[in-house]
């Protein structure tokens, strides 16, 4: 695999890349940091560009069959248009900024099973080769951490994560794809819901968190889901009462279901609408049509409950691997998807 990647299109002989990213995780919407590494070949080349893509671990959903598979989210040109001499060393720092929508892949340093990367591209003389590929290791952020951890909290535990392709209609979602943690009921939920999943999106001036409770079936009613959508902004989110407002929501969710019983239509509620510039302030309610294009879909296989909790939420790690384990699946996924490709 590494010899592949060193290689590539290039041919024997060819200069080689490799990406060092800063140490530690970062964020959405944050600052992405490191160097790339260059040693020449047996010639002179000329680097015509060097670009960082972001690539994620996905699924898809084709009728009843379920597939994975690569989705590019973003793209960097850090650098080209210049000569690389025979055996030459070179260094290029690089500063790029990650997508607000970028999922997390972390809670409290336990991983949640979700596979993000940053793929070095590499083009000399029209032949492109994918140099190199790094893990990428995304934490929450302040408004993210602190509706999980006031859903541990009121006691929902970590069930699964992963990735769906599609999008969440209504909503000024801008990547491919969206990021679902899946949550088992609280037990003062859980005559009313089987899981609760969470999907954030998130923009500078603040996030959507997009709740849906896969409702039980009782003997003479058949089990549904209920959308709701709230809006929050980033600041202040240390002075606000997250485990009694996250409450609130579940209870306005679970009680929008048992009035309504209907699907396919969430809730707008919170501070302002989301994918305007900016946000506004309103008060009240607001209805919006709710579907995710493509379909929805679960995957509890995707993780692992991991022993102990975290303040209050269980975290899990993909099918039981370890982070060393995590690293090779990364490359093996993204290069099986070369192959087919």
Sequence with gaps: ???????????????????????????????????????????????????????????????????????????????????????????????AHLPWETPITELYGQPLGIILGVRTGLEIAGAKDKGDLDQLTVDPLPVQEAVLEALGQLGFGFKSADLELGHVGGTGQRLPFYQEIELTPAPQYAHAINELEVTFLASPGGMDVVLEADKRGGLFSSGDDALTLFTVGHDGV????????????????????????????????????????????????????????????????????????????????????????????????????????
């Design 238 to 341: 240390e002075r606000r009462d997250w485990n009694t407002e996250v409450d609130a929501w579940i209870h306005h969710l679970v009680e929008r279901r048992a009035a309504h019983g209907s699907y396919g239509s969430y809730d707008s509620y919170g501070h302002g609408e989301y994918g305007a510039p900016g946000h506004g302030h309103h008060d009240g309610h607001g209805h919006a049509d709710h579907h995710h294009d493509g379909g929805r879909r679960s995957g509890p296989s995707t993780a692992a409950i991991v022993g102990g909790v975290a303040a209050g939420v269980a975290v899990g790690v993909v099918g039981g691997m370890v982070a060393a384990e995590v690293v090779d699946e990364i490359g093996d996924a993204f290069e099986d998807e070369e192959d087919e490709g």
């Design 1 to 95: 695999m590494v010899f592949k990647r060193l290689l590539g299109s290039l041919g024997v002989g060819g200069p080689t890349v490799d990406t060092v990213l800063d140490p530690g995780p970062v964020r959405p919407g944050g600052p992405l940091t490191g160097q790339v590494h260059l040693r020449g070949g047996t010639a002179d080349f000329e680097i015509e560009q060097i670009t960082l893509e972001l690539v994620a671990r996905v699924e898809d959903e084709h009728g009843e069959e379920e597939r994975e598979g690569v989705a590019l989210f973003d793209r960097f040109t850090v650098g080209g248009g210049f000569r690389l001499a025979e055996g030459e060393q070179r260094s290029l720092p690089f500063t």
